[in-house]
């Protein structure tokens, strides 16, 4: 695996809503490029056709749903959640991807949702094998919504 002598730190976002997380990831160096379709080209008297390329998934894209789905599973939403707000935790990983510490950095305002998301990243340790073709980082920040 690559390492970066500066701290690697990916931002993923998951917004969870009914239970499902959508990432969307900050152009960074392990940012994912090529993925989705291509510009169409527009059909001509020339006889052109429309095609549309997808990109295979990338690995990047691969731990980072397989990671949301590891989450997500043990998040209990509490009866007395009002609104979307948002709770950011940053989560110190080892080399083996084990979590070894979750610190709060937002409360989403309610203790309860903040406890859950707590307890749920922790018994989601080991996160899936991080991609071999980006540098390993020391931690990740992650940040939950309960649902619009």
Not at 80 to 96: I, R
Request: aromatic share 4%; glycine share 6%.
């Amino acid at each position: 695996m690559k390492s970066s002598p500066v701290l690697a730190l990916i931002t993923l976002t998951a917004s969870l809503l009914a239970g499902c997380t959508t990432p969307t990831i900050p152009q960074t160096p392990a940012s994912i490029e090529g993925v989705g379709t291509a510009p169409k080209q527009t059909p001509t008297d020339t006889g052109l056709k429309t095609e549309i390329i997808v990109a295979p998934e990338s690995e990047l894209t691969q731990f980072i749903t397989a990671t949301q789905l590891k989450i997500k599973r043990h998040i209990k939403i509490p009866k007395n959640m009002k609104g979307n707000p948002e709770a950011v935790f940053f989560v110190t990983l080892s080399p083996a991807m084990k979590v070894l510490k979750v610190e709060r950095k937002k409360s989403s305002g309610n203790a309860a949702y903040d406890k859950s998301v707590q307890n749920a990243i922790l018994k989601a340790s080991p996160f899936p094998p991080w991609p071999a073709s980006e540098p390993l980082p020391s931690g990740l920040m992650l940040k939950f919504r309960p649902g619009a």
